[in-house]
């Protein structure tokens, strides 16, 4: 397993926008597919966007599409999640995950998990 931490979250207003930030500390996640996942209050985890291993493939989430941009550095080992044009339901506690397969958007793929940053979108 990679251990994962993420950053960036915060209390924004809606149209706001957030950078989040997910990096592995002393390893190098550049053959894993990475996602990010969110969690509100009382609800299931669910899916956001994945990326794939080469950085050329992209999935989100029809809630997210045309708002949110993943991307990876790989100089920095980072991954992050370009939140723009947020809206009170997303809400949430977002996670970072690593997934060792190049490409994937199954959650059940995703074997390392960070701890969560809190996003909150206040109308």
């Known amino acids: 397993q990679v251990q994962l931490v993420e950053s960036g979250g915060g209390l924004v207003q809606a149209g706001g926008s957030l950078r989040l930030s997910c990096a592995a500390p002393g390893r190098t996640f550049r053959s894993y597919a990475m996602g990010w996942f969110r969690q509100a209050p009382g609800k299931e985890r669910e899916f956001v966007a994945a990326i794939a291993w080469s950085g050329d493939a992209t999935y989100y989430a029809d809630s997210v599409k045309g708002r949110f941009t993943i991307s990876r550095d790989y100089a920095k080992n980072t991954v992050y999640l370009q939140m723009n044009g947020l809206k009170p339901e997303d809400t949430a506690v977002y996670y970072c995950?690593?997934?060792?397969?190049?490409?994937?958007?199954?959650?059940?793929?995703?074997?390392?998990w960070g701890q969560g940053t809190q996003v909150a979108v206040s109308s």
């Open positions: 995950a690593a997934a060792r397969t190049g490409w994937t958007t199954t959650p059940t793929d995703f074997g390392s």
